[in-house]
């Protein structure tokens, strides 16, 4: 009898085993592939909207503060003023936004030092300058009622004793090499 619960049970637990679908060797299957949207509505004011449009930065902290920002409710704070600034910061930079009397933001300006640079502007920049090294760089980026005004990395390269600063697009275009 004990023989017969035992095979019983073995044969139970290989059933539910070759019952588990087994992963699949495609590598398509599972993949995500990451989809940009062009901007985000913070708050309705009135027939108007507040438009902010992120910036994909590579840098976690920059990405971080621009979602905080996002997350900000701005209460009833700009009532009785005609505009408001509202200004964050971080230990390598800062965002700052101003809304007018109805709530509405109509302009951002994002400051920031010494960030993680997209791998596009990296490459960019060693292909056209080898044997440089990058000293340091600024992101400047700023938009007025949800357009992009200026999206630029300001950025000081060194070789021995020269030094040349470069304005680079975040697509790794060189716009100007000082």
Same mark, same amino acid.
């Given at each position: %009898? $004990? ?8 044969? =139970? ?16 299957? =599972? ?5 940009? +949207?062009? !901007? ?6 009135? &027939? ?5 449009? /992120?910036?994909?930065? /590579? ?5 971080? +503060?621009?979602?905080?920002?996002? &997350?900000?409710? +701005? =209460?009833?704070?700009?009532? =009785?003023? !005609?505009?408001?600034?509202?200004? %964050? ?7 700052? &936004? ?19 640079? /997209?791998? !596009? ?27 992009? +005004? ?19 697009? /975040?697509?790794?275009?060189?716009? $100007?090499?000082?």
């Amino acid at each position: %009898m $004990k023989t017969f619960i035992v095979i019983l049970l073995i044969l =139970g637990f290989t059933t539910f085993s070759y019952s588990q679908k087994q992963p699949e060797t495609d590598k398509q299957e =599972g993949r995500m592939d990451i989809i940009n +949207l062009p !901007e985000i509505v913070i708050k309705k004011a009135g &027939a108007d909207f507040s438009v902010y449009v /992120p910036d994909n930065n /590579p840098d976690t902290d920059v990405r971080r +503060l621009e979602e905080k920002f996002i &997350a900000y409710d +701005l =209460g009833k704070d700009y009532e =009785g003023n !005609e505009t408001y600034l509202v200004t %964050m910061y971080i230990k390598n930079g800062s965002l700052s &936004a101003t809304y007018d009397e109805n709530g509405k933001l109509t302009r951002v300006v994002e400051n920031y030092k010494n960030v993680k640079l /997209p791998s !596009e502007v990296i490459y960019s920049i060693y292909k056209k300058y080898p044997e440089w090294s990058i000293v340091n760089d600024k992101f400047l980026y700023s938009q007025d009622e949800g357009d992009i +005004l200026k999206k630029q990395y300001n950025i000081k390269i060194k070789k021995n004793d020269k030094i040349r600063k470069l304005v680079v697009h /975040p697509d790794g275009e060189i716009v $100007k090499g000082l």
